[in-house]
């Protein structure tokens, strides 16, 4: 066996220095490169957009969002209740007014009628005072002077508007015992 010289282990030191600055600088660069590692890892982990609330806080909070918002919604439900009635009523009055003005346009005669009506009573009058048109005698044949026609005439047109006022009583009765009857379901 050979003993060692101290020129090999001179080669052997410098060997070892030469390591060892290898070595210093492999842990200068991974320190140079993990130094940025707190900051990325606060970087990189997951943000929470969310909090968790307590739920006695969660619900006060919801309590006084209802306070505030409560009444105002429901005045906004009243109002649009009311006027879903007030409609109800408009429609429910337009069609009793249509079938009002069905039932007096059906009871007048048609204007040749009318004017047939009253032709027959002129030419009746143009035969004298003392004709006749069915010789019954009671007074209904007879020819009408103008003054007679004229009252006949009005008197009709009474009667027509007091059979209106009547059917629009009628009716009306009639709308507000549904309207009663609306009241009385809903409440």
Request: proline share 5%; hydrophobic share 35%.
């Amino acid at each position: 066996m050979s003993t060692p010289t101290p020129a090999t282990y001179s080669d052997c030191v410098s060997s070892l220095r030469t390591s060892l600055s290898f070595l210093e600088s492999s842990v200068a660069t991974l320190g140079a490169g993990v130094q940025d590692f707190p900051r990325l890892s606060s970087v990189l982990k997951t943000v929470r957009h969310y909090e968790l609330i307590p739920q006695p806080t969660l619900a006060a909070a919801e309590a006084s969002l209802r306070d505030e918002i409560g009444p105002f919604v429901a005045l906004l439900l009243d109002r649009a209740d009311k006027h879903l009635e007030r409609q109800a009523r408009r429609i429910e009055t337009l069609k009793a007014r249509a079938e009002l003005n069905a039932g007096r346009l059906s009871h007048y005669p048609g204007p040749g009628d009318d004017r047939h009506e009253y032709r027959g009573g002129s030419a009746n009058k143009g035969k004298g005072k003392g004709a006749v048109a069915g010789g019954s005698g009671n007074g209904r044949g007879r020819p009408l002077d103008g003054g007679a026609a004229l009252r006949a005439k009005v008197v009709r047109q009474r009667k027509e508007a007091l059979r209106y006022g009547v059917e629009r009583l009628e009716l009306e009765v009639l709308q507000k015992e549904r309207e009663l009857r609306m009241r009385l379901e809903q409440a």
